[in-house]
């Protein structure tokens, strides 16, 4: 059976690209069981310091399958399948110790936003446009709103969730769902670009990082200051921060960096 998401590396950057563009890459029990595949090699693989999430066609992800997703009475089925298995696959992506890159070949929609939104950063082409259409369907944006709102403005996620009001990609990045919007010339050099300065960083100093972002602003001010002190302290006498300070003072690029840059 032909596989709905393919695989590569390059240069330390493995590369994820959903690949059904007939159903605009919508979130199958397929899809995502191909996907945490991806993404298991990818975490496992030594050589991929970098993962790139992205997608073929003009759209990156509209949403779950609704086909999928109905209930089934003759069965007696609850239905609903691709609600069991997002969870996990948005777990994958936001613990991810190596950083992701979501680079959106265009539009997304709902479920797809989930995916953006627990990337760590996300580049798009200024032509996509993006809308959480749940309520208009009678649903919520539950699962995605996990990540989603750890990326919105509060206003801005009431605006967007409540309306199912599509927006463009500029706007995306006001909101603080994107990172950047550029013109889809530009879209490759700009994910290469970040990639690169990310292949660049420490990777225990980039996993830690990470959690860094996502958990310090929750900690009381003094006991985030004590605890980053021992932090800071623990990482310039470890063996990767000795290793880059001495890189830095030989002028030569640290042992962690690929061969290619």
Known sequence: MTRLVHQELVNGVATITLDSPPNRNALS????????????????????????LTGTGKVFCSGADLKEQRADPASGAAGAPVTASFPEILTLIWESPKPVICRLNGTARAGGLGLVAAC???I?????????????????????AVPVLRRLDSRAAAEYFLTGEVFDAARAVQIGLLT?????EELDATTARY???????????????????????????????????????????????????????????????PPAL
């Open 29 to 52: 029990v397929r899809l995502l069981s191909d996907l945490k595949d991806r993404l298991d090699w990818a975490l496992a693989e030594p050589e991929a310091r970098v993962i790139v």
């Open 120 to 122: 760590d950063l996300s």
């Open 124 to 144: 798009a082409p200024l032509t996509a446009s993006f809308a959480f259409t749940e309520v208009r369907l009678g649903v919520v944006p539950a699962m995605i």
């Open 180 to 184: 950047r919007a550029v013109p889809e």
């Open 195 to 257: 990639a690169e300065l990310l292949a660049r960083g420490g990777p225990e100093a980039l996993a830690i990082t990470k959690r860094l972002i996502r958990d310090l602003p929750e900690v009381p001010f003094e006991e985030g200051l004590r605890q980053m002190a021992e932090l800071s302290a623990e990482r310039f006498t470890s063996e990767e921060g000795q290793e880059g300070i001495a890189a830095f003072m030989q002028k030569r690029p640290p042992s962690w960096v």
